[in-house]
């Protein structure tokens, strides 16, 4: 026998249904599409971190790599305009045997630990009315390009370790320099004792299982009144 009206046992019945219905759990499709939905918002996440942390590296290698060459261009501004730029002389400091640097060259210190005797391509002034043919390439060489295939001389500097802060070894940089040395004729008496200087630099680096090869070029102009 039921006690009191029907519209309350009405109500109770709704309120018994309501409880159930706030009870009821998770399906397993559920769950499973909300674990698809996080995966795919991490693996976005990582990849832009991978991506972000690529670049930043990326950047970091071509500072340091623009950072050793405007030293080697700055001590190559001091040395001696007419017995240095090049030097056909045999330095006595230059390694011997196998290895040993042809003349001509311009001695240089990559870093605190390495010295090198980049040899260059060097023309000379034309004795001609017609002047010489600058040997320096105008543009930046393809990547695919040789140094043969450019009549210079490949310095191969080595594997540079570079130091990280804590001062263990982290990625190391593979540097090449092909430098050419031109003189500039005075055949309008308008430029007297004049040099360019064409160099251009190749580094590469591991990315992963990738190597990564970067090449540029840098050019600049010395007078005997310079120094």
């Known amino acids: 026998m039921l006690i009191g009206s029907p519209a309350s046992h009405r109500v109770a019945c709704i309120i018994s249904a309501q409880a159930g219905t706030r009870q009821r759990g998770l399906t397993l499709v559920e769950v499973m599409i909300s674990l698809i939905l996080m995966a795919t918002v991490m693996l976005g996440f990582i990849s832009a971190f991978i991506q972000s942390r690529r670049v930043t ?16 261009i700055e001590q190559i501004k001091e040395l001696d305009y007419t017995t240095l730029v090049p030097s056909y002389e045999v330095d006595p400091y230059a390694p011997t045997g196998t290895g040993a640097p042809v003349t001509p060259y311009v001695r240089v210190r990559i870093s605190q630990n390495i010295v090198k005797w980049l040899t260059v391509v060097h023309t000379l002034e034309s004795t001609s009315a017609l002047p010489t043919t600058p040997h320096g390439p105008t543009t930046t060489p393809a990547p695919s390009a040789s140094a043969s295939s450019l009549g210079a001389v490949d310095n191969w500097i080595g594997s540079i370790p570079l130091s990280t802060v804590t001062g263990t070894t982290s990625q190391q940089i593979n540097l090449n320099i092909w430098l050419w040395i031109d003189e500039i004729p005075n055949l309008s008496r308008d430029v007297a004792n004049v040099k360019k200087f064409t160099l251009v630099y190749t580094y590469s680096y591991q990315d992963g299982s990738i190597t990564r090869t970067v090449r540029d070029r840098e050019i600049f102009l010395r007078t005997r009144y310079d120094q």
């Open 57 to 72: 590296e990326s950047s970091v290698l071509h500072a340091a790599a623009t950072s050793m060459i405007y030293g080697v």
